[in-house]
């Protein structure tokens, strides 16, 4: 009899796109440059060219490879394989995510696919990433009503009049159950994507197959996934700071706090309600209160604390520099805890999301 095993609910990677330059591939398929797909009949004879305007798939996980121009700079342009590759290629290892033990998984799918050689170590030094997704698979209690908690997410959501933006719920046959705030081609760093869904329901509809094959020895009742993209670098190092770059070895490489950085500044942006920790506190007065107020309207405003430090700190002497950082890090933990204790009071009864 198989041991049933719990999913593990870490965040990580779910996918990403990659962009190298084709300088430093060993080889690449004619195929992935030519600019028409020939249509063949069964005598082998070209009856029709098709324009080929999207990216190649390969196999049926989802990996898929185009070569194209990428602007590098505001004068270069550079001819760059461009690769977008889903966990499914994970197959058994698929709740681990994308990170530096599996990413040799992916490495060899791509090799694999025979439309390209590249080393695993060139990919992850010199390949860049573009975008990517961040998931966390947990387990919702069988008490509660999940639609009616996606409902009750959906009344602290912050509204938006902007085409392709703000909240829904759905709940159908066609797209499952669960709440999403933007979309993935509207997202942007001020109004990242991030959805809460079923995971049990996808992957027992639309990921039937795959998950009949891969994943029956999982306990997969009860999952729900949240998932937030990062849309860029500009993304990237407004959440973890300027000194973060995108090069894929770095992104394989991020540690669970920093990815759950990313998913709590989207919900900070879609559901919590700023104005809740923007009370006069009897406790603080004077300077502290100030400095306090600054700090939770910049991050109202979508700054990391590492940009608000950046911005106080610059240009004050050694000692005054020391007690300033001291005191805003002392301000932020506050911050934290009544912006943790307020959502507690917000969905009293329910799990913290």
Known sequence: MTNVQKVNDAYCIDSFKIRIPLSDLDYYSSSL???????????????????????????????????????????????????????????????????????????????????????????????????????RDTYFPSNLDFVKYCRHLKKSAKLSSDLGKGCKVYNNNKQGRGIQFNTR???????????????????????????????????????VRSEATVKNKKHLQTVLGNDITNNLHTIVNLGQDELKMFVDHAKRIHIDQVTAYQTKKEDMTGNDLSMYRYIVLLLSLNKSFHQIQSLQLGGREKKDKQRTKRKMNELYQRYLSEQKTAKNVLFEGVPVW
């Open 33 to 135: 440059t030519d600019s028409k797909f020939s249509l063949i009949n069964s005598d082998a004879e070209v009856v029709d060219e098709i324009e080929k305007t999207r990216m190649l798939k390969v196999g049926d996980k989802g990996l898929s490879l185009k070569v194209g121009k990428v602007r590098t700079s505001k004068t270069d342009n550079v001819d760059c394989l461009q690769i977008t590759s889903p966990s499914k290629i994970l197959g058994s290892q698929y709740f681990d995510g994308i990170n530096s033990d599996t990413f040799s998984i992916i490495h060899d799918f791509i090799v694999g696919s025979g439309l390209v050689k590249v080393s695993k170590d060139a990919l992850l030094n010199m390949g860049m990433v573009t975008d990517f997704d961040i998931k």
């Open 185 to 223: 081609p509207t997202s942007t760093v001020s109004s990242p994507f991030l959805k809460l869904y079923d995971k049990l329901a996808h992957l027992s509809s639309v990921y039937y197959d795959f998950t009949d094959k891969n994943l029956s020895g999982f306990d997969i009742n009860g999952l």
